[in-house]
């Protein structure tokens, strides 16, 4: 009888795989009780992507027009030498708040009051010499040519000394106006001559913008209305007014000439580069998101929001409306898959999500933590 082998070893060899497999089975399950389940929930867990969020408002929205300008001073001037003379003292300081008339320097004028002396000494007795001729000539005791040659001669000397009086004056050179001395030309000790600069002063409150708006923004102005002015030097964001707005469009760029003013205490210069904002429109109960919630694809925008308890993300496609800073205003498009007021909405992390993506909401890296990771690096 023949004995068939190879039968037997192959019957051998699958007892012993069926065994091995039980045994696996058997310990599949871990120590502490966890299951494959337990494992996969675990691993899909980690798998989620990470993500920061913040709540979808319901807010007032404004529609800007945006434009920038040059702020300048209402009056201003350049207080200058009305005649030669030495710089003896200067009175006042870049800075400083001057009312009309104050003094903000003086010449030396010794000179000046000498010849003031001489010409009212003068003028004095040309006057009373007058006096004398009008009761001399009443009793026809002095001739009319006589008489008339006294007069021209006082009257010369009253002229001589009222000149003299106005070249002395001209050595205190003062403000025109109130306002702010914004810059100094000379030192002390420096001669001048009529003409020489010695101050510049002007009224920086309020200070005012001229502005061109389009015709088609103009309607929804008013003069008193406030407007947004930001200085980027400054780092300053102050309301100013609108003074007066033009009755005509300017037909080489269709634009209608807007005066703008801001107070002085806002701490802005004149000649400052200022950027303002005008509120064309508002939208009371706007849908409000971050500007970084939104997604774009090609021409179409969508944001994600958070579901199932804040493990998973829906994309939803929107249209956008206002802006304002890094404020938008957003209109779902679809009316089935709403976003309500305090809703949550991916702002870092979106770009890499899809519709039913899974998440893992982290809150926001405090600024510190990001600047101690710089120095780090």
Same mark, same amino acid.
């Given at each position: 009888?023949?004995?068939?082998?190879? !039968?037997?070893?192959?019957?051998?060899?699958?007892?012993? &795989?069926?065994?091995?497999?039980?045994?696996?089975?058997?310990?599949?399950?871990? #120590?502490?009780?966890?299951?494959?389940?337990?494992?996969?929930?675990? +691993?899909?867990?980690?798998?989620?992507?990470?993500?920061?969020?913040?709540?979808?408002? /319901?807010?007032?929205? =404004? +529609?800007?027009? %945006?434009?920038? *300008?040059?702020?300048?001073?209402?009056? %201003?001037?350049?207080?200058?030498?009305?005649? /030669?003379?030495?710089? /003896?003292?200067?009175?006042?300081?870049?800075?400083?708040?001057?009312?009309?008339?104050?003094?903000?320097?003086?010449?030396?004028?010794?000179?000046?009051?000498?010849?003031?002396?001489?010409?009212?000494? &003068?003028?004095?007795?040309?006057? /009373?010499?007058?006096?004398?001729?009008?009761?001399?000539?009443?009793?026809?005791?002095?001739?009319?040519?006589?008489?008339?040659?006294?007069?021209?001669?006082?009257?010369?000397?009253?002229?001589?000394?009222?000149?003299?009086?106005?070249?002395? +004056?001209? &050595?205190?050179?003062? *403000?025109?106006?109130? $306002?702010?001395?914004?810059?100094?030309?000379?030192?002390?000790?420096?001669?001048?001559?009529? $003409?020489?600069?010695?101050?510049?002063?002007?009224?920086?409150?309020?200070?005012?913008?001229?502005?061109?708006?389009?015709?088609?923004?103009?309607?929804?102005? &008013?003069?008193?209305?406030?407007?947004?002015?930001?200085?980027?030097?400054? %780092?300053?964001?102050?309301?100013?007014?609108?003074?007066?707005?033009?009755?005509?469009?300017? =037909?080489? !760029?269709?634009?209608?000439?807007?005066?703008?003013?801001?107070? @002085?205490?806002? $701490?802005?210069?004149?000649?400052?580069?200022?950027?303002?904002?005008?509120?064309?429109?508002?939208?009371?109960?706007?849908?409000?998101?971050?500007?970084?919630?939104?997604?774009?694809?090609?021409?179409?925008?969508?944001?994600?929001?958070?579901?199932?308890? $804040?493990?998973?993300?829906?994309?939803?496609?929107?249209?956008?409306?206002?802006?304002?800073?890094?404020?938008?205003?957003?209109?779902?498009?679809? *009316? =089935?898959?709403?976003?309500?007021?305090?809703?949550?909405?991916?702002?870092? @992390?979106?770009?890499?999500?899809?519709? #039913?993506?899974?998440?893992?909401?982290?809150?926001?890296?405090?600024?510190?933590?990001?600047? *101690?990771?710089?120095?780090?690096?």
């Amino acid at each position: 009888m023949t004995i068939d082998r190879s !039968n037997g070893a192959r019957r051998s060899l699958a007892v012993v &795989t069926l065994a091995a497999l039980a045994l696996l089975a058997g310990c599949s399950g871990s #120590a502490d009780g966890k299951d494959a389940d337990g494992d996969a929930g675990k +691993s899909k867990k980690e798998d989620a992507i990470a993500v920061e969020i913040a709540p979808a408002r /319901r807010a007032s929205l =404004s +529609s800007l027009y %945006s434009t920038s *300008a040059t702020l300048r001073a209402e009056k %201003s001037a350049t207080l200058t030498a009305r005649t /030669r003379g030495v710089i /003896r003292r200067l009175l006042v300081e870049e800075g400083r708040q001057v009312p009309e008339g104050e003094p903000v320097a003086m010449l030396e004028n010794d000179e000046q009051r000498i010849a003031v002396d001489r010409a009212v000494t &003068t003028r004095d007795t040309k006057t /009373r010499e007058l006096q004398r001729a009008v009761s001399l000539h009443e009793q026809s005791l002095l001739s009319d040519e006589a008489f008339e040659t006294t007069r021209r001669e006082a009257e010369d000397a009253t002229h001589a000394a009222d000149l003299a009086e106005l070249q002395l +004056s001209r &050595t205190v050179i003062r *403000a025109p106006f109130a $306002g702010t001395i914004v810059k100094r030309y000379l030192d002390v000790g420096a001669t001048v001559s009529d $003409g020489t600069p010695v101050f510049d002063v002007a009224d920086v409150d309020p200070l005012y913008a001229d502005v061109g708006v389009p015709e088609r923004h103009v309607a929804r102005l &008013t003069p008193g209305q406030f407007v947004r002015l930001t200085s980027d030097a400054e %780092s300053a964001e102050v309301d100013g007014r609108i003074e007066r707005v033009a009755p005509a469009v300017d =037909s080489n !760029n269709g634009t209608v000439k807007v005066t703008l003013a801001v107070a @002085g205490a806002s $701490g802005f210069r004149p000649g400052a580069f200022v950027r303002v904002d005008f509120v064309t429109d508002t939208h009371a109960d706007a849908l409000v998101v971050p500007r970084s919630a939104l997604v774009a694809e090609g021409r179409r925008w969508h944001v994600f929001k958070l579901v199932d308890g $804040g493990d998973k993300v829906a994309q939803v496609e929107v249209d956008l409306g206002f802006e304002e800073g890094d404020r938008v205003e957003i209109f779902v498009k679809d *009316a =089935s898959a709403p976003i309500d007021d305090g809703i949550g909405v991916v702002v870092v @992390g979106a770009s890499a999500l899809t519709d #039913a993506a899974r998440v893992r909401v982290v809150p926001p890296e405090a600024p510190e933590a990001e600047d *101690a990771k710089r120095v780090g690096a």
